[in-house]
């Protein structure tokens, strides 16, 4: 694929029809100003504010569904992307409006993040999360930690108060609690769907994505993905992304998927895009997803969209890597896109956009 005659025309970077208004046109500034100027102030003054949230993708289908579980989906979509972008549209940071997204989505049930975090081999739950800021390339993450109500905070204080990007276990846990993070007990993360999930396949070495048992497939039909994320652009040009999960069914050995993972699951450089991921973890680690599309947009100067496209509907494919992304821009475009049959997903913008959708 040959990105870079996008990035000679000036093309629009983003997907679902979004549009750069003439006024942000740089090519009508810089005959005045110089692209370069203009372009700065075009980022830094006139940013489109937009954010977009995950709560994971699969084989999500609508006979599947039934109308109540489907619009407490969709409500719970609505309130993630009502909490972050409340504070875009107060003029406040993107990093502050993902992790106030993921938090919505961590304390409801329905997802596979905080409180509706799916069993482990050991039936227990163990977490994962991670935030990046793309204005200063700081992050923080968490993996594999127990009875932290909110993982995404947690990965949110490494990153603001420690001198460490990547904390896991005990040790994390140590450090949420002289944070004076939230905990909770077990009983707090116990769901009923869950747990019949993880009895459908507890006795067995499968892990929830894996298709070769009959069991198995039974399974994905009911409970697909459901890690949760979210990225934005701020009135700055500011982006920044964040991810949390609960990993996969009857995962073990402390297995870590890519959620936690810079560069994999989670990515934001303002140069480029931010990136939340959700789908089978394994297959995100090794294509290194989030900052492929990254890379993509800077070396080879594809738009979001382009590389979005490439690294999910490509690149993932020929190693079956079921699964989607959500990205931003330092312009507010943005771009949700998935492999797999369906996706809980949300993007709101100051352009007027406001969608929600779970099916292809
Ligand atoms: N990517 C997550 C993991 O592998 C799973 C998901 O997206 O639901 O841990």
New binding site residues.
């Given amino acids: 694929m040959r990105c870079r005659d996008f990035a000679i025309s000036f093309g629009v970077a983003g997907s679902a029809n979004h549009k750069i208004p003439q006024s942000q046109n740089p090519t009508i500034p810089s005959q005045l100003f110089g692209y370069f100027w203009a372009k700065k102030i075009i980022n830094k003054a006139m940013s489109t504010f937009t954010l977009a949230v995950h709560g ?3 084989t999500i289908l609508k006979e599947d569904m039934t109308p109540e579980l489907e619009k407490a989906y969709l409500d719970g979509l609505r309130t993630a992307l009502d909490a972050g972008f409340a504070i875009l549209a107060k003029g406040g940071s993107s990093i502050d409006a993902v992790k106030a997204s993921v938090i919505m989505l961590e304390d409801n049930l329905l997802f ?1 993040a905080g409180r509706g975090s799916v069993f482990t081999k050991k039936g227990i739950h163990e977490m ?1 999360a991670a935030i990046m800021d793309g204005e200063t390339l700081n992050a923080g993450a968490v993996a594999a930690v127990s009875n932290i109500r909110n993982p995404v905070a947690l990965a949110a204080a490494i990153m603001q108060n420690s001198d460490h990007v990547f904390l896991s276990g005990d040790g994390a846990s140590d450090f949420a609690i002289k944070q004076g993070m939230r905990l909770e007990p077990d009983e707090y993360f116990f769901s009923q769907f869950r747990y019949d999930q993880w009895k459908l396949i507890r006795d067995s070495d499968n892990f929830a ?1 894996d298709h070769s048992t009959d069991r198995v497939e039974a399974l994905m039909k009911d409970k ?4 949760v994320g979210a990225v934005a652009c701020d009135q700055k040009g500011n982006i920044a992304a964040a991810t949390s ?4 069914t009857n ?1 073990k050995y402390g ?5 936690p993972i810079i560069g994999s ?1 989670t990515y934001a450089n303002n140069k480029t895009c931010a990136i939340s ?6 297959m ?1 680690i090794r294509a290194v997803a989030a900052y492929d599309v990254s890379a993509l947009m800077e070396y080879r100067k594809c738009s979001l969209q382009q590389a979005m496209d490439e690294v999910v509907n490509k690149k993932l494919v020929d190693i079956q890597g079921e ?1 989607g992304m959500i990205g931003v821009d330092a312009r507010g475009n943005f771009a949700l896109i998935f492999n797999s049959a369906g996706m809980y997903r949300g993007v709101r913008s100051s352009d007027g956009t406001d969608e929600i959708a779970i099916y292809k």
């Fill in positions: 994971g993708a699969g596979n994962d994505l697909k993905f459901g890690t999960t609960g990993g996969m995962k297995r870590i998927g890519d959620s699951g991921a959700t789908g089978h973890g394994e995100f699964g």
